[in-house]
């Protein structure tokens, strides 16, 4: 009867192992750590029968297709373990399983906490059943995860008294005295359980009635044990319950179907954490409040290191010159640690990355900027504008976002058109200016035509005389045009159609022109208050298609990784674009970039928080179209760090109340100028048009008013040349005369000046109105 690990796939008929199968024992540490969701790890062993027991896992199909990065390392017996650790710590490993004789077990932990390994981002998985037996008070308060599994089953019930008797017995050969009495060892517990089942083996022959006799055997000589092979067929059906759980075995004769505890190491020791049986498969019972309190107590008073780079508003120098540590940086994220330390109440102290990136993976899978310090354990927190990516997410943790955002554009705002002078005439185009005035005259022609081809448009002149000799028509040339231009004005005249046919005419005129008049108004609102800026881009795809406007993003940053793996043609399109121009698209700061914006010609592809900032305080700058993506901003920890969850936590409650708001709006307003209000200023209104926009009409308006002084001139002259000489005086002096007399405004009436009319008209006396009466009339006597 065995009580020891045995790797043979073909059991002895004449032999019973207690011990668990090896590949039962395997397919509990490949469920362990695929529930952990341990990515990359490193196995550590000194027997090369350890790779048996581990083989489960290293057949995993996540190791055949290259998602789990396995490190195997194996130790020369008697070898310190100092060297093999650190350059597990130097790939970045963090996850460790460790299979090394029991009793090494604590000189491997003790080297790997004097090589920094044992703080709380490393986790380390003891194949050995026994680690409940070993004393881990030097290791349980340094928040390292140390787990294994434990065939012993405390809940028999036979354990207490075994324990009992076994501490005892212990204490009466002189070993030293033990803090737990539970410590019993797998070994010993399968001991007692072998000779439980033997017994059991025995019971039940003697209850079937078959005697159990013991012949005389000797080593000397090849006679069997006739009874040996039934006892150990008995041994192999019957089932029992002992120290390890029920005992059974499959067909094989492999004991195949058992539970394991899973044991973690707590501040109070090693705890019970989960169960783990061949039919159901690992499963997690910790207490997860208590875990999370005992992280977070833990992180009282704890330093934690936060690595950064300086990125406006979320971190920047204060100025000053006797500013040291903390004090010496202020910004968004400086403000959001401070909070979230309020609410966990741990310390923290601010680091600038050393190569002052983000973090990009080069081609040998090797990472850069904060994301290598988190993975080399330098740095606990990072914290800036860092974007959550997959691939980020592959190499460290996130929180949840503390910020939502997306890919813009930056681009600097086109230069504002000049309003030309005679402005009010762009709401139509010159070929409808050109139509209307066409329009005009002909229908003013057609007017006439018809006017003068309708009898009822001809009137007689002279209404006392019944039978007159000559009919007149109101519808002359100019009287006809008078009327059109008055229409299309929309103001009327004294000329009205009286035929039917006439009327119809004036009625569709009077349409078209309330259609365009309309038009025109709704129109010029639109050209006079608004001062378009039509700018060269107005999207991705505009910047997409062109090549006089350069176009580019943050070096080694996501906003490059994005373009770089989209599958969209539009940005495959900008990618290639951007990869292949000279000199370089690709910038090594925000700030470069957008000084590289405002020297024109250049696009600039950013977080669109940024570009928020950015266009509060550059007025010359705008942002172009809508987000090209959607993502956030996270705190990164290392992997499997224990404080995302309190992190993550922490964000939630301070957006709730409204924290998160309260930082941005006082980092990203800017208090001494607001281009909003400016941009509103000069876009306009309705009530603020300038004399840019509207100078035409008054041009118009003093145009007209000269053309009309030069034509009463005219006129003025024109009447005075039909009196005879001697009847008047020097142009000039009836000019000043008449001024005179408009200007003194002394009333609406002046004596008539007669004129005398040829011999041949002696009998008629013509009298006519001063020069300048509009209501001049000829009356025959």
């Known amino acids: 009867m065995e009580t020891r690990w045995d790797f043979r796939v073909r059991p002895d008929n004449y032999t019973v192992n207690l011990f668990p199968f090896a590949k039962t024992l395997s397919k509990a540490y490949r469920d362990l750590i695929k529930n952990k969701e341990w990515k990359n790890l490193a196995i550590v062993y000194e027997e090369n029968e350890a790779l048996i027991r581990l083989q489960e896992l290293l057949q995993d199909p996540l190791m055949q297709e290259k998602k789990r990065k396995v490190l195997v390392k194996q130790l020369v017996p008697g070898q310190e373990y100092r060297k093999l650790l650190k350059e597990i710590g130097r790939a970045g490993v963090q996850n460790i399983i460790v299979d090394v004789p029991t009793e090494n077990i604590i000189s491997f932990l003790r080297h790997a906490k004097e090589v920094d390994m044992m703080s709380e981002y490393y986790n380390y998985f003891i194949t050995s059943l026994d680690l409940h037996t070993i004393d881990l008070e030097e290791f349980q308060y340094g928040g390292t995860n140390i787990s294994g599994f434990r065939l012993v089953d405390d809940s028999a019930r036979e354990f207490e008294d075994i324990s009992q008797v076994w501490y005892s017995g212990a204490l009466g050969f002189g070993h030293r005295k033990t803090k737990d009495k539970t410590h019993l060892k797998t070994e010993v517990a399968l001991m007692y359980d072998a000779v439980k089942l033997f017994a059991a083996a025995l019971h039940e022959l003697d209850r079937r009635g078959q005697d159990v006799y013991f012949p005389a055997i000797s080593c000397d000589t090849e006679q069997p044990w006739l009874q040996g092979n039934i006892i150990v067929n008995y041994m192999r059906m019957i089932t029992a319950r002992g120290l390890t759980g029920e005992i059974k075995f499959d067909r094989y004769g492999f004991r195949s179907d058992l539970n394991l505890k899973l044991i973690e190491l707590t501040h109070e020791g090693l705890q019970d954490a989960g169960d783990w049986s061949v039919k159901a498969g690992i499963k997690i019972t910790g207490n997860t409040t208590k875990a999370i309190e005992e992280v977070k107590a833990s992180l009282k008073n704890k330093t934690l290191i936060v690595t950064t780079l300086l990125n406006p508003p979320y971190i920047a120098l204060k100025e000053g010159a006797n500013l040291r540590g903390n004090s010496r940086y202020e910004g968004y994220c400086v403000d959001l640690i401070e909070e979230i330390s309020k609410v966990l109440g741990f310390k923290y102290k601010f680091r600038e990355v050393a190569d002052h990136t983000y973090g990009k993976r080069n081609e040998w899978g090797e990472w850069n900027g904060m994301i290598r310090e988190l993975i080399e354990g330098k740095a606990d927190l990072a914290v800036v504008d860092l974007t959550i990516t997959y691939e980020r997410e592959d190499a460290v943790d996130f929180t949840m976002p503390f910020m939502n955002l997306g890919i813009s554009i930056l681009f600097k705002k086109p230069s504002r058109k000049i309003p030309k002078l005679f402005s009010f005439l762009s709401p139509l185009s010159l070929e409808v200016w050109v139509y209307m005035v066409t329009a005009f005259l002909g229908v003013s022609l057609f007017l006439f035509i018809v006017a003068r081809f309708s009898p009822y448009e001809w009137t007689n002149p002279h209404p006392c005389d019944p039978h007159p000799d000559t009919l007149e028509n109101q519808f002359t040339l100019l009287n006809t045009l008078w009327f059109t231009g008055g229409s299309l004005l929309q103001q009327g005249c004294e000329v009205t159609p009286r035929a039917v046919s006439t009327r119809v005419v004036s009625g569709i005129w009077w349409f078209f022109t309330l259609i365009m008049v309309s038009s025109y108004t709704a129109n010029l609102a639109a050209f006079l208050t608004v001062q378009r800026m039509s700018s060269p881009i107005e999207s991705a795809d505009d910047l997409a298609k062109q090549t006089s406007i350069q176009y580019g993003c943050l070096r080694s940053g996501s906003t490059q990784a994005f373009f770089k793996d989209s599958n969209i043609p539009t940005f495959k ?35 669109s928080t940024s570009i928020e900032y950015i266009v509060e305080r550059n007025c010359e700058l705008m942002q172009i179209g809508g987000l090209l993506d959607s993502k956030g901003y996270g705190i990164a920890t290392p992997s499997g760090s224990p404080y995302r969850t309190l992190l993550s936590s922490a964000i939630l409650k301070l957006q709730e109340g409204g924290i998160l708001e309260i930082l941005k ?26 004399l840019d926009n509207v100078g035409g009409v008054f041009v118009v308006l003093s145009s007209g008013l000269c053309m009309a002084c030069l034509i009463v001139v005219l006129e003025f002259t024109w009447k005075l040349r039909k009196l005879p000489s001697e009847e008047r005086e020097p142009l000039c002096v009836e000019m000043c005369r008449e001024m005179k007399f408009a200007i003194m405004c002394r009333g609406d009436s002046k004596p008539v000046r007669k004129e005398s009319l040829p011999p041949s008209n002696s009998l008629s006396l013509i009298q006519f109105s001063s020069l300048g009466n509009l209501n001049s009339k000829e009356t025959i006597s």
């Open 573 to 607: 399109r900008m990618w290639n674009f951007m990869e292949s121009a000279r000199p370089s698209v690709f910038v090594d700061s925000n700030l470069k970039g957008v000084e590289r914006v405002k020297k024109g010609n250049y696009a600039f592809l950013m977080e």
């Open 665 to 690: 709006q006082k980092w990203w307003k800017n208090k001494e100028k607001n281009c909003i209000k400016e941009e509103a200023s000069l876009s306009g209104s309705a009530s603020e048009l300038g």
